[in-house]
């Protein structure tokens, strides 16, 4: 069974930055491709960012665009999410998600808590 751990997650101020790390185990990581989704206060999960079974590609939300970057190591079984120029809008629960998809929504991890402060 896929297991994701997200980490990383905490209070920083407008423009500050985090890098969020998520830990896969319990199947072969590199058949995956491994997303990022992001559920605010009241609203529905969306979708942040996505990265290639080698990594060599990768999709955005537009509105992290230029400012987060996702990244995988295939050897640790790890993912990550730098994320720059954080505004109060990006507070939200961040989830580590892995599937077949682009957007992919076949497991997901319990999440981490993201807060920016204005």
């Known amino acids: 069974q896929v297991h994701l751990v997200e980490s990383g997650g905490g209070l920083v101020q407008t423009g500050g930055s985090l890098r969020l790390s998520c830990a896969f185990s319990?199947?072969?990581?590199?058949?995956?491709?491994i997303g990022w989704f992001r559920q605010a206060p009241g609203k529905e999960r969306s979708f942040v960012a996505t990265?290639?079974?080698?990594?060599?590609?990768?999709l955005y939300a537009d509105s992290v665009k230029g400012r987060f970057t996702i990244s995988r190591d295939n050897a640790l079984n790890r993912v990550y999410l730098q994320m720059n120029s954080l505004h109060p809008e990006d507070t939200a629960v961040y989830h580590c998600t892995a599937g077949n998809s682009w957007y992919p929504d076949d497991y997901w991890g319990q999440g981490t808590q993201v807060t920016v402060s204005s």
């Open positions: 319990g199947g072969t990581f590199n058949v995956y491709r």
């Open positions: 990265v290639s079974r080698t990594g060599d590609s990768t």
